[in-house]
């Protein structure tokens, strides 16, 4: 829009070009200035974090997988995801056991939001409209592969009820993937790699427990909508 501002002063006969050259040339030339600026900053914020992990050491496990699976759903795909992350696969880089029993938080903290809200809108239907209830089933694939961002528009649209919720969900998750030990070779693919996952019956009680908590505080903190806004019977 602010594109379309700048050139429409341009000639007609330039108007096939806008949306072909024009647009994309610039945008992409203002999107770098742009992550030329803030990249140092969240590069020094991400690093901090990484520093604050790193320096908990491994010897509180359970407090540590609740740190890094609560930190996966803060932004979900942001940089406190991304330092929970990297910090996840550097842990498991090292190839020890208590390195594959942080991957595993890792993961199971960022399956939770997903799944999450896909319980709420599926249980608690009048907390949502039709729109957002079919959006919702596509999340439990999403959860079940790993992909957080599939709760980001969820998120976006009421981030005052949702990131708190699967940040609480997220964390006993990943506090309850480590007290059981289970242990992530993998630094992906969620569900799919199930089979390489040691302890992967506990694995998936910690996901169902955060994800079924997260669902619970997010569906008490929005309220009913009304039937003509849910698009439910009365």
Known sequence: ??????????????EGIKPVLLFPLVGIFCIGALMFLVNPIFAAINT????VLNGMGTTNLVLLGAVVGGMMSIDMGGPFNKAAYVFGTAMLEAGTASGQIIMASVMVGGMVPP????????????????????AGVVNY???????SEGAIPYAAADPGRVIPSCIIGSAIAGGLSAAFKCQSPAP??????????????????ALVIGSVVGALILSMLKKPLPAEESGLAK
């Open 1 to 14: 829009m602010w594109l379309g501002k700048v050139f429409s002063k341009l000639p007609d006969s330039l």
């Open 48 to 51: 901090g974090m990484t520093n």
């Open 115 to 134: 799944i999450a809200v896909a319980l709420s809108t599926t249980i608690f239907k009048n907390r949502w409209t039709e729109a957002d209830r079919k």
């Open 141 to 147: 694939i999403m959860g079940l592969s790993f992909i």
């Open 188 to 205: 992906h693919g969620g569900a799919w790699v199930i089979a390489v996952i040691k302890n992967p019956v506990m694995f998936l009680v």
